[in-house]
Every structure is written in C-alpha cells, then in structure tokens.
C-alpha cells in the first residue's frame, strides 16, 4: 500500500484505549471463549450467516461497555443474532463471561474499530439493524470533532443497513443528541419513527447508571430511525 493510499484510509478516533484493568476472570474469558464467540478483523466481506450458523436477522451493536444490556438483549431475543463491537479489553472479557454463564449463543464479539470494520467487513444491505448505546460524548466542545455520529460516518453506516432496518441511539447529553438529531434528518437515506426523539424501546434495558441519572433528574435521549426503502 502507498502512503497516499494508507493516508486516504485513517480517520478521526471516536475512542481513546485507555489501559482498564483487565480481572483474572476477564481474561481467563478473553483466552478460552474468544476463539470461539470471536471474529478476527480482516479486509474481507463477513459472511454473517456462516458466522452465526442460521439465517437470522442481523443486528450490530457499536460500543457494548461492559456488555450487561448487549447479554440481556440478546437472551430476551434468541432468534436474533447480535454482532458486538468493542475496544475495550475488560469490556470484551466481561461480555464473554457472560456469554459463558448465562449460555447465550447469539452473539459475537469484534474487537476493533468499527469505522474500518464497516468499510472492510459488513457487506451492503446485510443489517437489520444497529444499536449504538451510550457513545462517547466527548463533551468538551474542543474535542467534538471525535464524535462517532457525524455525516459520514452514518452515510456509509446507512448503506448497510436494509431497506426498512433500524438505526438506534440512545444519548443521556443533551447536546449529543441534538447533534445526532441533525445528522440524521440530514441523511437522504433515512427517515424518523417519532416526532423528533423516540420512546425508549422495549428491547433496551435500562443501565445502572441510566437508572441513577434518571434519579437525579438526568435525561436521556433515544432516536429510532429507519431506512427508507425508496428514494
């Protein structure tokens, strides 16, 4: 590859890969369960139904954390197949062992950035979905540009989502979900299923943390749109 090349493909992180304290148990997942509940980054078109071993509907979830609600989804959704992105080792090896413990068969983790894993792994028009929980605010208005929900971003996310497949996210800053607001009713490809923000769904549990900032009188944010079929 030349440099020109390799220059045209990097982009702006949305992450940083802050050193997390990975546990014994944790690890222990990562070392036995991730070459079988894992899938390697490699430039080349996944095929989802080869992976998962059924023809399912497809869902990928973009920053799973630690995992707890990506597990709870997928139990309460078993005829769903759910593809898990994260960076964060302790993240991944906290989701295995709960792949282990709760024996759920429906998912698979990715460990890598999922703006390279869109372009190079996921075939056009192969989602039925996308969940992206809790995205970094990056809330200093220096540091915004590293926001994962930019137009780009979401116009190469939209091609591989199907006609009439969902893109979900749910926010607790305000001013994030303004951002996400726009760029999504700015997507030709894309249309809203409410008004402007969207009831939380039944299929996201709420978090700990959700929990308690609504206690405190926080807000939280979801926005549920939908590709349009036709132009």
Known sequence: MSESEDLSKRHIRSFVLRQGRVSVAQQRAIDTLLPR????????????????????????????????????????????????????????GNLLKLIESENIENIRIMQHDAVEVLRDMIADASLDGVHIFFPDPWHKARHNKR????????????????????????????????QVLR???????????????????????????????LNLGHGVWDLVFRRKENL
Do not use: C
Not at 58 to 68: A, N, P, R, V
Not at 150 to 163: D, E, G, M
């Open 183 to 213: 760029v999504f009713n700015a997507e030709p490809l894309l249309e809203n299923t409410a008004a402007d923000y969207a009831p939380r769904p039944s299929y996201r549990p709420l978090t700990k943390f959700e929990k308690r900032g």
């Open 147 to 178: 926001r994962l929900i930019q137009s780009p971003f979401i116009a190469q996310l939209v091609q591989k989502i199907k006609p009439s497949g969902y893109l979900h996210v749910a926010t607790d800053w305000q001013d994030y979900a303004e």
């Open 37 to 92: 509940y894992g899938i390697p980054y490699n430039a080349h078109t996944l095929d989802l139904n080869l992976e998962f071993r059924r023809n399912a509907p497809k869902i990928l979830e973009i920053g799973f954390g630690m995992g707890d609600s990506t597990a709870t989804i997928a139990q309460t959704n078993p005829e769903i197949d759910y593809l898990a992105l994260e960076v964060h080792t302790p993240g991944v």
